[in-house]
């Protein structure tokens, strides 16, 4: 089975960095991924590890610690736009299972 | 940007009551997925699909679900006796391969049973 944490809410300023931590406990595990969704819309796709390490793509980044079974989430230089929720999902052959997702809410 | 295309947006129908929800998923793409979300809570997984059978399913998807890919294009997802628990936005997702690759989401099927 799967299993993912996630903390249920951040609030950070505009401009500033925000850190969203996920750990994990899977079975078959071959992959972490990063979603955003926004209320009422579908989740689109962020950024995924495979292995461990940092991905940086743009202002996202995300980390992956396969030993640890951990992964964050960076967000830097916040914009109002970015208020969303996060979805953690950990990848196995023959799908994404996700975490219950971070609110992010900005604030000017 | 190729996208993921789901019918109806949203739907209304009374407990027991089937409904058939309809995507097609992105014209290269082989493997399938349907997901629910519970007002307020987690993307669950249904059921993946490839190759014209289920890859796996999960507890949620029971003898009410089935799945079908009638033509080459259309992935549909049925519910044969609706519960007021089925009451859900319903996510279609397909990819290229299975495992660690990237799913590309379908806006959703809102679905509320009275």
């Known amino acids: 089975g799967q299993n993912i944490d996630q903390p249920t809410e951040m609030t950070a300023t505009e401009g500033a960095i925000v850190q969203i931590n996920c750990t994990y406990q899977t079975s078959g595990f071959n992959g972490l991924f990063w979603y955003q969704q926004h209320a009422g819309e579908a989740p689109t796709f962020l950024s995924y590890?495979?292995?461990?390490g940092l991905e940086e793509k743009g202002r996202f980044s995300s980390f992956l610690s396969r030993s640890k079974g951990y992964s964050y989430l960076l967000l830097k230089e916040l914009q109002m736009k970015d208020s969303a929720s996060y979805l953690c999902a950990a990848g196995d052959d023959y799908k994404l299972s996700f975490g219950a997702g971070t609110t992010v809410t900005v604030r000017a | 940007e190729p996208e993921v295309t789901q019918t109806p947006s949203h739907q209304v129908t009374q407990m027991g009551q089937e409904v058939i929800l309809r995507c097609v998923p992105i014209?290269?793409?082989?493997?399938f997925y349907w997901y629910r979300q519970i007002l307020g809570q987690k993307v669950e997984f249904l059921v993946s699909?490839?190759?014209?059978?289920?890859?796996?399913k999960s507890e949620i998807f029971d003898d009410q679900f089935s799945v079908e890919r009638p033509d080459g294009s259309n992935f549909t997802l049925k519910i044969r006796s609706t519960k007021l628990e089925d009451s859900a936005m319903y996510f279609c997702a397909s990819t290229t391969d299975s495992g660690a690759n990237v799913l590309t989401f379908g806006a959703g099927s809102r679905l509320t049973v009275l």
């Open positions: 699909f490839y190759n014209n059978e289920i890859s796996e």
């Open positions: 590890n495979v292995l461990d």
């Open positions: 014209s290269n793409h082989l493997y």
